[in-house]
């Protein structure tokens, strides 16, 4: 009974015994599991390095073991950052892209850089960066750098200070501000990606399109002689080019390691104070050129308008004299075809009236040769009788009108009413029968006289 009543009493230790056993089993295995297991997030690449000296890459997200080793967190891109946040000033929409900027970015106060023509100013940029994925060029990486941290600070940060100042001296500042923009951000680019290019400065003299001539000597009037102004010494910034032509650089360390650059990008550039004012006193002048030449053209315009003005009433005026003198010339042109057709019809006319003429000719002509010998046959018939008789018929047919003619003029005689005669042994009065009768005689022989012919018939 009393080894019974012992087993009893010892058993509460027994089981606290095995419960403070399992208790430190479980505290050795949640800290061999804490120093063995972590939680790979996306977006990062891990470095595990084990109590055995073993070296392995992680890429894959999820829970990994690595037995009492030690691992560094490396995010799969970098960024490197030049802005006005790095300086401490948050600008009005600004904001922090990076939560850990300690590890995976740098973020800088604006850059100050070097233009061709020695004008500074501050530059605000950004570039990204890839890591290689892949266990070989990874592990290169880690053991060159040991810690992004590193990489940052010996590599990626220098080597985007002297590539954007190195891009700088390509241009300069009024070309850059003339419209050279994005040329200077597709060769930051470039040389971010490839290397940067290696350059020599020279000092050119340049000629003006414009020949600068002088007007002081009047003997010569316009052909003045030049006198040195149309040139300027500029310093040209050449790319040192190799035996086959191509441009030599200077190559990105962090390229050897197969960092990547995937984009690199010029946001700002903010020249000094004193560019700022001779800008603004060039953007004035400028303006005032354009003013001018507006004017200028204005001007020309309002000749040319003045020009147009005078020709279009010059062209009214042609046009209406030309109008006025078609309508002339249509006028004189008509009267000349009437004149015409009125000359042809009298013409016309004309040789109707001569044809007409010509046949009333050939007509009277036969009428007149028809009467002609109509004419002759009578005068043969006359003849004939005349000389047949010797013109009796005619003969006595005139003297017998003789005698009328005389017998009725003495019938028709004026005798007057009374009539005194002389005292004279037979003398008559005058105005008597006997006067007359006389009188007539003495006409009669006078027209026997004269007829003087034969009345006789000739056999």
């Not at 290169?140 to 002297?162: C, G, I, M, Q, V």
């Not at 149309?230 to 050449?238: A, L």
Request: hydrophobic letters at 40%; a neutral charge; aromatic letters at 8%.
């Amino acid at each position: 009974m009393e080894v019974i009543n012992t087993k009893n009493k010892s058993l509460p230790a027994m089981l606290l015994a095995k419960v403070i056993g399992i208790g430190v089993v479980v505290l050795v295995v949640l800290y061999v599991l804490s120093q063995s297991i972590f939680y790979a997030e996306p977006g990062y690449i891990y470095h595990v390095r084990t109590v055995t000296g073993t070296e392995a890459v992680v890429t894959d997200v999820g829970y990994k073991f690595y037995p009492f080793g030690r691992y560094n967190a490396w995010k799969r891109a970098m960024t490197v950052q030049a802005s006005a946040e790095g300086n401490g000033i948050l600008r009005k929409g600004a904001f922090n892209a990076e939560s850990e900027s300690n590890q995976a970015s740098a973020n800088l106060p604006p850059l100050g850089i070097m233009f061709l023509d020695q004008v500074d100013a501050h530059a605000e940029a950004t570039v990204r960066f890839s890591i290689p994925s892949d266990e070989s060029s990874f592990l290169k990486l880690a053991h060159e750098y040991r810690s992004p941290e590193n990489l940052l600070r010996t590599a990626l940060l220098p080597a985007f200070k002297e590539t954007l100042q190195a891009n700088a001296s390509l241009m300069a500042a009024e070309e850059y501000y003339a419209g050279g923009r994005t040329e200077f951000n597709s060769e930051f680019e470039n040389q971010m990606s490839n290397g940067i290019f290696l350059v020599k400065r020279e000092e050119v003299v340049v000629k003006s399109n414009r020949t600068a001539t002088s007007s002081a000597n009047a003997a010569l009037g316009t052909d003045q002689q030049q006198y040195g102004e149309d040139q300027k010494t500029v310093f040209q910034v050449k790319k040192v080019l190799d035996e086959n032509g191509q441009p030599k650089r200077k190559s990105q360390r962090f390229i050897d390691f197969g960092i990547t650059v995937v984009s690199a990008l010029v946001t700002d550039m903010r020249p000094n104070q004193k560019f700022i004012e001779r800008m603004q006193l060039k953007q004035k002048a400028s303006a005032d050129r354009a003013i001018a030449r507006e004017q200028r053209v204005q001007e020309e315009e309002q000749r040319l308008l003045a020009i147009a003005k005078g020709e279009r009433e010059v062209a009214e005026r042609q046009a209406e004299a030309k109008v006025e003198q078609i309508q002339k010339t249509t006028e004189a042109e008509t009267e000349k075809q009437l004149a015409i057709t009125s000359a042809n019809k009298i013409k016309e006319e004309a040789a109707i009236s001569k044809d007409t003429a010509q046949i009333n000719f050939e007509k009277a002509k036969i009428e007149a040769e028809t009467q002609r010998t109509l004419a002759e046959a009578e005068a043969y018939q006359k003849r004939v009788i005349l000389e047949a008789d010797n013109a009796l018929a005619q003969k006595l047919e005139a003297e017998v009108r003789i005698q009328g003619l005389w017998a009725e003029a003495f019938a028709k005689r004026n005798v007057p009413t009374n009539v005194f005669g002389g005292g004279g042994t037979g003398a008559a009065p005058v105005g008597n029968d006997n006067e007359t009768k006389a009188f007539m005689q003495m006409l009669t022989l006078d027209a026997a006289k004269r007829l003087s012919y034969d009345r006789q018939i000739t056999r």
